[in-house]
């Protein structure tokens, strides 16, 4: 059976999650960034309810959660091409779709609901895996 469906959107969702991993490397950037860090104290600056803060908190924090969003990422990546081999040849459609429903799940409770899509389509694809059935033949020997 061939399973080309399920191929096309675990590779659809993998990309997605290569846009994660691209938008947790500008958060990274943005840490470094000077010019970041300038604008954001002028925010505090003119706005009173940020008076007291620490600006270089936030951008730790900016840079921490774009290494979050890269990992998480990298991870479901990582397991979505680990289900396509799994796939490949039909040997262990099962274990892919189970694989490919806990890394949808997961990953949206991870990144808070920002990888939505790519999660529905990797849950899209699981549940395709686990439905679909070899179709039967006919033995007239029997």
Same mark, same amino acid.
Do not use: Q
């Given at each position: 059976m061939k399973r080309t469906g399920e191929f096309v959107l675990t590779i659809i969702g993998a990309c997605f999650f290569v846009f994660l991993t691209l938008f947790g490397i500008m &958060? =990274?950037?943005?840490?470094?960034?000077?010019?970041?860090?300038q604008e954001m104290e002028s925010i505090a600056a003119e706005d009173p309810?940020?008076?007291? =803060?620490?600006?270089?908190?936030?951008?730790?924090?900016?840079?921490?959660?774009?290494?979050? &969003?890269?990992? =998480?990422?990298i991870l479901a990546i990582i397991l979505g091409i680990v289900s396509l081999f799994l796939l490949k040849g039909n040997?262990?459609?099962?274990?892919?779709g189970i694989l490919l429903i806990v890394v949808a799940v997961l990953s949206t409770l991870a990144t808070f609901l920002i990888s939505i899509i790519a999660s529905i389509l990797y849950l899209?694809?699981?549940?395709?895996?686990?439905?679909?059935?070899?179709?039967?033949?006919f033995n007239p020997e029997f």
């Open positions: &958060f =990274v950037g943005l840490g470094d960034n000077n010019e970041f860090t309810a940020l008076e007291g =803060v620490d600006m270089g908190i936030i951008t730790d924090m900016v840079t921490s959660g774009g290494w979050y &969003f890269i990992i =998480v990422s040997k262990h459609p099962k274990a892919a899209i694809a699981g549940i395709l895996c686990l439905v679909r059935k070899e179709k039967e033949t």
